[in-house]
């Protein structure tokens, strides 16, 4: 199946600083999601990006679909941006039959300090 | 908005208890999923159902079977407990169609121990 890499594991920062965390998968994909796992567990919709870039706010996405990656862009970090970010993708190879499973990424862990 | 909405937020059972974890959705969504988030092993995929009383394995079944008896409410059984089923189980659900190209939302978890 298609396997979906995230990079860093792990990011420190202080707050205001600005970064980007980066999502690299292995086959054509369908379509593309960033989550943010809030302290409590539930998985927050930050973008749904198959390809192109979005902002919303702090935030912004770009997905090179033909080059098989997506970054995730923050700027001017606050403390409540702290938590881990997921990548998860659904392959093209999916044949449209039945459900489409997201697979996600192992996640980059980001602690942002005051 | 989407609302997915999971029965329980914190779950203790006993060893060989038959559990039953809740998901309802509210936006007529065709697809549902039930996943688990384990350290060092991230989110994987148990079980989907793309229509009533329609269900597929995912990447990880074994111990686990599932119910959609109704479009917005899709459960995950655990029919015997073990302590090695001890995690945060995780609902979502989609539109469905679109070959995939539809956005996913997910509910608040649940932490599920079983001692």
């Known amino acids: 199946g298609i396997q979906v890499e995230q990079s860093p594991p792990d990011l420190i920062l202080q707050e205001g600083a600005n970064s980007t965390l980066r999502c690299n998968f292995s086959?054509?994909?369908?379509?593309l999601q960033w989550f943010h796992q809030n302290p409590w567990g539930q998985l927050i919709n930050l973008f749904y990006i198959p390809s192109g870039t979005k902002q919303n706010g702090r935030l912004s996405a770009t997905t090179v679909a033909t080059e098989r990656y997506s970054l995730l862009y923050i700027s001017s970090s606050q403390t409540t941006d702290s938590g881990v970010y997921f990548c998860?993708?659904?392959?093209?190879?999916?044949?449209?039959?039945?459900?489409?499973?997201?697979?996600f990424g192992k996640g980059t862990h980001l602690i942002i300090q005051p | 908005d989407v609302k997915v909405t999971q029965s329980s937020r914190y779950l203790v059972k006993r060893t060989g208890e038959k559990v039953f974890l809740e998901c309802v959705q509210d936006?007529?969504?065709?697809?549902m999923f039930w996943y688990r988030q384990d350290p060092g092993l991230g989110l994987r995929l148990i079980y989907f159902?793309?229509?009533?009383?329609?269900?597929e394995k995912g990447d990880i079944p074994e111990g686990y079977s599932v119910s959609r008896e109704k479009k917005e409410r899709f459960s995950l059984i655990l029919e015997s407990a073990s302590t090695n089923q001890t995690s945060m189980y995780l609902c979502?659900?989609?539109?469905?169609?679109?070959?995939?190209?539809?956005?996913?939302?997910f509910g608040q978890g649940t932490r599920l121990t079983v001692v």
């Open positions: 979502a659900s989609n539109p469905g169609g679109q070959g995939g190209m539809t956005e996913a939302f």
């Open positions: 086959d054509s994909v369908n379509n």
């Open positions: 998860a993708v659904v392959s093209r190879g999916y044949s449209g039959g039945g459900a489409d499973g997201l697979t």
């Open positions: 936006m007529d969504h065709e697809n």
């Open positions: 159902s793309y229509d009533v009383k329609m269900k």
